[in-house]
């Protein structure tokens, strides 16, 4: 029953790698979003896509990028991974931004525990 | 800027009380509006949405809209220990991305 599936539930790398981390969905939804979660800071946007290959940045882009190549696969690129970016990764989807509040409410996936040493 | 307050706690209710979370935001154009809950090394899930002024009921939890003072509550009747979770609180206006507050730690003791 699993709806949104993110590759990796722990990863450790070190300064300056380059990270990717995976999100699938199989609902068919338009919108895909990338947040961070740090204690006392909240749920914050990194970026989010309304179709395939447009993405706009949310709050906290800097270092980070993505790519949306398909319509159920939102990726998110960490080019030059650093310590501060040591974070737990939570992707999310939603049917559309209109129509029926129904289908603006957000699938998360289970999220990725990123440590950078 | 789109903000969407929350106190952070914790909350701490006795086990069978009625436990009430509140969130303000600053957007008036906001339309939709979610209570998400979050436990502890968990990812969010969809509790209650609301989209007009007025109450909510489903089952133990009750949603309460009003939008001419920005506000908006849950509310969880008969709290049992296994409700202990962060809240979370989204608005959506027209964009598509909803505005979340920081989290309500909410914690049931026996």
């Known amino acids: 029953d699993v709806k949104v599936t993110q590759s990796s539930r722990y990863l450790v790398k070190r300064t ?18 990338w947040y961070r979660q740090d204690p006392g800071l909240g749920l914050r946007l990194i970026y989010f896509s309304y179709d395939v290959k447009m993405k706009e940045k ?10 949306r190549e398909k319509k159920e696969r939102f990726s998110l690129i960490l080019e030059s991974a650093s310590t501060n970016q040591t974070s737990m990764y939570l992707c999310a989807s939603s049917l559309t931004s209109g129509g029926l509040a129904g289908a603006n409410v957000l699938t998360f996936g289970a999220g990725s525990r990123l440590t950078v040493l | 800027q789109k903000e969407v307050e929350q106190n952070s706690g914790p909350l701490s209710v006795p086990e069978g009380a009625i436990a ?3 969130c303000t935001y600053s957007d008036r154009g906001s339309q939709s509006f979610f209570w998400y809950r979050q436990y502890s090394g968990k990812s969010p899930e969809l509790i209650m949405s609301i989209y007009s002024n007025g109450d909510k009921e489903d089952g133990r939890f009750t949603a309460q809209l009003n939008k001419a003072s920005q506000y908006v509550s849950l509310l969880i009747r008969d709290s049992q220990p296994s409700d202990s ?5 989204a608005v959506k206006g027209g964009s598509y991305i909803p505005t979340f507050g920081r989290g309500t730690s909410l914690i049931v003791h026996p």
């Open chain 1, 16 to 33: 300056g790698e380059k990270v990717f981390l995976e999100c699938v969905q199989d609902m068919d939804h338009e919108n895909m979003f």
């Open chain 2, 85 to 89: 979770a962060t809240y979370l609180c």
């Open chain 2, 20 to 22: 009430s979370l509140n």
């Open chain 1, 58 to 67: 949310g709050d906290i882009p800097e270092g980070y990028s993505v790519s």
